[in-house]
């Protein structure tokens, strides 16, 4: 595993922050997200695994915990910075070339639909060096290789240190399939992501 990094500034120049969780993954996204400033300018799009046919309320239950306005993304839509977009259940979230989000049905990934792989896929080729992949807590290999497409394509990957995580399977996966620009605990990690409206354009 590679070393545990100090707080740092997120990468310059970030236009999206896709984010993947599984197990464990409601609580660590609620330290992650409130860590986001109001200052923010890039977009944030969630995968958060969920049982089949259950309804989404993410937006209402992160929104007392964020500055960021938060949404379901919807077919079509347009990527806006400053807005945090969650994958909607049992579809899979895909952003195309045009930086707009289109919903798909295909077969699960990894027994999981929305699926973290086909958001940071399609997410890198958008967003290629603009982009940071964030992989947190989870008990499957769903991340790993579209965090190493993302990582082939110049953007930037960080992942929650698996032996902290509440689940450690989906870090650890993605770390061994990827590797990572830096492995943080959950209060490192909310920490750097505080500092984006300090450097996230310079």
């Known amino acids: 595993m590679l070393p545990t990094c100090d707080v740092a500034p997120p990468p310059a120049g970030l236009r999206l922050i896709a984010i993947g969780a599984s197990a464990g993954g409601v609580e ?85 639909r929305p699926s973290i792989d086909v958001l940071l896929e399609t997410a890198a080729y958008a967003y290629r060096r603009a982009m940071l992949a964030i992989i947190l807590t989870g008990a499957s290999a769903d991340g790993a290789a579209g965090l190493a497409r993302v990582r082939q394509l110049g953007g930037s990957a960080w992942v929650q240190d698996p032996q902290l995580a509440s689940c450690g399977i989906m870090p650890a996966a993605a770390l061994k399939r990827a590797g990572a620009d830096r492995v943080l605990d959950l209060p490192q990690m909310a920490a750097s992501l505080a500092l984006l409206g300090d450097g996230e354009h310079k």
């Open 28 to 112: 660590a996204l609620g330290i992650v997200l409130r860590a986001l400033p109001a200052t923010c300018r890039a977009a944030v799009v969630v995968v958060l695994h969920l049982a089949p046919g259950r309804s989404s309320q993410l937006p209402q239950l992160y929104a007392e915990r964020c500055q960021l306005p938060l949404r379901e993304a919807q077919d079509k839509e347009p990527l806006q910075g400053g807005t945090v977009y969650f994958a909607p259940p049992d579809y899979h979230l895909q952003v195309e070339p045009d930086g707009s989000f289109s919903l798909s049905q295909e077969a699960p990934v990894y027994f999981s």
